[in-house]
């Protein structure tokens, strides 16, 4: 009986978490917006669902939490409740997020990831710089690329 209450609690829990519209990714779309670039949201039609797609230069944009993703990064701290159940479902999104750059790369998409920790944190970085970088990657033809925060 404990273990269904524990399940339901924790699915109560779960889905007050935001996948799409966070204040990182916000801020992102915002910027990218005022330097004119126009985009789609969350194409349902790519592997992973991209926050951000550029369909006619065929690019996509991940804007990934460092807590939800297991970055390596100041921002990110092991729980240390259930710390089994974190392990697993952390490392579950990482393997994911694997899957999704291979499955993007196969499709012949670029890919960007945009970390948590390159907009907020001790290590973050001008906004201005990230999404110069970020416009730069859009722009050029680079492939995969990551925006991380200053380590």
């Known amino acids: 009986m404990s273990d269904v209450v524990s399940r339901e609690t924790r699915s109560r829990m ?3 978490i935001r996948a799409s519209d966070t204040k990182p990714e916000l801020l992102i779309r915002k910027g990218l917006h005022s330097l004119g670039f126009r985009y789609r949201l969350h ?3 790519l592997p992973g669902n991209p926050d951000i797609v550029f369909r006619p230069r065929r690019a996509a944009i991940f804007v990934n939490g460092c807590f939800w993703h297991a970055h390596e990064c100041d ?5 240390r409740t259930r ?9 579950a999104n990482r393997r994911r997020d694997i899957q999704v750059k291979g499955l993007i790369r196969d499709i012949r998409w670029r890919q960007l990831t945009i970390w948590e920790c390159a907009i907020r944190g001790v ?6 710089e990230v999404m110069n970088m970020a416009s730069i990657w859009i722009s050029d033809s680079c492939v995969d690329e990551e925006i991380t925060g200053l380590q």
């Open 123 to 128: 290590g973050r970085r001008d906004l201005f």
């Open 75 to 79: 921002l990110f701290k092991w729980p």
């Open 14 to 16: 779960m889905s007050g």
């Open 83 to 91: 710390p089994e159940w974190w392990k697993d479902k952390l490392m």
């Open 43 to 45: 194409d349902t039609s």
